[in-house]
């Protein structure tokens, strides 16, 4: 889920013939949408787990261990059984399986990966789901800020000469522009 950004239960139903690690995918088929069904490629991690897991005569990635010929079930039973054990030992866990897959998403946008390339990969037909599950970090947003401010002072340098109107202010008379032009 961190490596690829793939939702817990597109892991889970993961079937052997869905990995090609002869091209380094993932197919992911088995979607609550169109846009879910998708081609992930791997990263050099996930490739090296997927080998291992590979191995075995279960069609399955992740087979069950209760029940033979099929896949492993939800996830969130096994989190829930440590939250509830580490609770006894007065241990809080604030972490969800999912948190993983919002990783992803905080990792690769501030690896510069585009928001509908993103989108893509997480399997979202829109944008407008991307802003709960990315999460950029305070040295991120500076960061971005400081690009932001060089590309605008290279913008400044090409563009001397050349005189920005405000739009509230284009074709009224009474207000001039650099020169004492009408804007």
């Known amino acids: 889920m961190l490596n690829q950004g793939m939702r817990p239960e597109e892991v889970t139903v993961l079937p052997k013939e869905d ?11 088995k979607g609550k949408s169109l846009a879910s069904k998708r081609t ?3 990263t050099s991690e996930s490739r090296q787990i997927l080998e291992r897991r590979m191995e075995g005569d279960s069609p399955w990635i992740f087979p069950s261990a209760r029940k033979h010929g099929d896949h492993i079930g939800r ?13 006894k ?8 399986p999912y948190d993983f897959r919002h990783t992803f998403a905080t990792l690769a946008a501030e690896a ?26 305070a040295e991120n947003k500076k960061a971005a800020m400081a690009r932001y401010d060089k590309a605008l002072k290279e ?6 000469g050349i005189h920005f109107v405000a739009p ?11 020169e004492g032009e009408s804007a």
């Open 155 to 160: 913008a400044g340098k090409k563009a001397k």
């Open 19 to 29: 990995v090609d690690l002869d091209r380094g995918v993932i197919h992911v088929r």
């Open 168 to 178: 509230s202010s284009l074709n009224n008379p009474d207000i001039k522009d650099a």
């Open 75 to 87: 996830i969130n039973s096994a989190h829930d059984s440590i939250v509830r054990e580490a609770a």
């Open 112 to 137: 510069g990966i585009s928001l509908p390339t993103l989108a893509a990969l997480l399997g979202h037909g829109s944008l407008r789901i991307l802003h709960k599950y990315v999460h950029p970090s």
């Open 89 to 96: 030992a007065s241990i809080t866990i604030k972490f969800v």
């Open 40 to 42: 992930l490629d791997m």
